[in-house]
T-cell receptor, first 118, second 115 residues
Framework: KAGVTQTPRYLIKTRGQQVTLSCSPISGHRSVSWYQQTPGQGLQFLFEYFSETQRNKGNFPGRFSGRQFSNSRSEMNVSTLELGDSALYLC?????????????????FGEGSWLTVV | AQSVAQPEDQVNVAEGNPLTVKCTYSVSGNPYLFWYVQYPNRGLQFLLKYITGDNLVKGSYGFEAEFNKSQTSFHLKKPSALVSDSALYYCAVSPKSGGSYIPTFGRGTSLIVHP
């Protein structure tokens, strides 16, 4: 079955603009989480959604937001872009939400969206 | 708070030789432990995970990892490295109970396998 699909794969934006990234999880997966990956900071957790509700949020400013739709697809939005927002944004899906660690919840990643802010 | 340490930024090994990528962790209680691999310009791919039971976990592409509770380690190993194993490897930990599951990732280790 299809994996996690992220669009767009590459984009260039100007400082001050906003951007919306999209993620379609693996079929049947209802949990979607977002990560930012940069050379300096590594992988940093942004937020997680399950059944259209944000369950967890990382330590990022309010310019970073997200949402999840009834079909489990998710979008993340970054407003007022800064140069430091240039990164690979990774979406991951899983069948169960966080906090149900009894099954050692495995998350599966998409290919990512490369954002360059100029 | 949970944390993961991958003490080596880069590991170099000759093709055909065994490889080890190190990972140590800190978490309250018992952990779930994961290894992911990232090839250039790609997302992370799941390799293997430790949940419970046998301390030696076997995963994809011939990789395995050994959970050592006393040393709080979960080193990734492969008996015979391939050039195609060259990639970035991430270790991750999450607690089995209590609070948020959200996994914490290490900084990653670049594995370079020389022909």
């Amino acid at each position: 079955k299809a994996g996690v699909t992220q669009t767009p794969r590459y984009l260039i934006k100007t400082r001050g603009q906003q951007v919306t990234l999209s993620c379609s999880p693996i079929s049947g997966h209802r949990s979607v989480s977002w990560y930012q990956q940069t050379p300096g900071q590594g992988l940093q957790f942004l937020f997680e959604y399950f059944s259209e509700t944000q369950r967890n949020k990382g330590n990022f400013p309010g310019r970073f937001s997200g949402r999840q739709f009834s079909n489990s697809r998710s979008e993340m939005n970054v407003s007022t872009l800064e140069l430091g927002d240039s990164a690979l944004y990774l979406c991951a899906s899983s069948s169960t939400p966080s906090g149900t660690g009894a099954v050692g919840n495995t998350i599966y990643f998409g290919e990512g969206s490369w954002l360059t802010v100029v | 708070a949970q944390s993961v340490a991958q003490p080596e930024d880069q590991v170099n090994v000759a093709e055909g030789n065994p490889l080890t990528v190190k990972c140590t962790y800190s978490v309250s209680g018992n952990p779930y432990l994961f290894w992911y691999v990232q090839y250039p310009n790609r997302g992370l791919q799941f390799l293997l995970k430790y949940i419970t039971g046998d301390n030696l976990v076997k995963g994809s592409y011939g990789f395995e990892a050994e959970f050592n509770k006393s040393q709080t380690s979960f080193h990734l190993k492969k008996p015979s490295a391939l050039v195609s194993d060259s990639a970035l490897y991430y270790c991750a930990v999450s607690p089995k109970s209590g609070g948020s599951y959200i996994p914490t990732f290490g900084r990653g280790t670049s594995l370079i396998v020389h022909p």
